[in-house]
């Protein structure tokens, strides 16, 4: 039987190399992106390889319109076997400028986002017999730059929200797990019109004790592992993907 993925954001960035690589290994697709071009751009390019995907433009802030997307899915897929909770914006500012507003923003679409496309999720899993559900969080979750306190709060909260998740949907047989990314260089991952080459410097690359910055595709191969079969003992982790920047000390 064909497993079927969802994946908000799943336009651009971390998300579409998300998409992509379930796609690869024959997982039928449905993506959630608030850009459009972007969106169908995923979908065209992983039809043109022999895969199945559909997109829809949802902001996952909105209750009503996670709910149809859900249901657009199940009408055209029948099941939901993983969700990767990958959407999330920022608004960084100086903390004592920050309007409210723009914080509020921040955590409805990371994190009420999250927990609302979850809820959805696990209904259907449940009903199915299990399912995996991970969230895409951040190493700001652990540590930050100045002025980032609506996404660093977001992140902390998704990683809160994962073993909360992973306790009470245990029973039902849905794991329930994180990946909190380091510096990821997405700028090739961008809808074509927008991509651009990655150029890093040789301090940027020395800053990670494995020689590089990280890629989207090395967070899509934990989220393919982590949903799948081969982890069926865990839930309620985060595992962090940094390149080891977050174990380094750096004295400036």
């Keep these: 039987m064909n497993r079927v993925v ?72 029948g099941r939901i076997d993983v969700l990767v909770n990958n959407a999330g914006i920022s608004r960084n500012a100086p903390m004592m400028e920050l309007s409210a507003d723009d914080f509020d923003r921040v955590i409805a679409v990371n994190l009420r986002g999250a927990f609302l496309c979850s809820q959805q999720a696990a209904q259907v899993m449940r009903t199915q017999g299990g399912g995996s559900i991970l969230h895409i969080a951040s190493t700001r979750a652990l540590m930050s730059e100045p002025d980032t306190e609506a996404y660093s709060a977001s992140k902390g909260g998704l990683l809160a929200l994962t073993h909360s998740m992973a306790v009470s949907l245990g029973p039902y047989g849905i794991r329930v797990n994180a990946v909190s990314p380091g510096w990821i260089e997405t700028c090739d991952w961008q809808l074509s019109s927008r991509a651009t080459l990655p150029q890093h410097s040789e301090r940027d690359k020395k800053q990670h004790p494995v020689g590089r910055v990280g890629t989207p595709d090395d967070i899509a191969e934990a989220c393919l592992y982590l949903t799948g079969p081969h982890s ?12 080891g920047m977050t174990i380094r000390m750096i004295y400036e």
Excluded: P
């Design 232 to 243: 069926g003992f865990i839930t309620g982790q985060n595992l962090i993907i940094d390149g």
């Design 6 to 77: 969802m994946i908000t954001g799943g336009g651009q960035g971390i998300g579409r190399a998300v998409a992509w690589k379930f796609a690869s290994c024959g997982y039928l697709v449905s993506i959630a992106d608030i850009d459009k071009e972007a969106g169908f751009e995923v979908i065209r390019e992983i039809r043109q390889i022999g895969g199945q995907a559909m997109f829809m433009c949802v902001d996952i802030a909105d209750e009503e319109a996670v709910k149809r997307w859900f249901r657009l899915t199940m009408e055209e897929y």
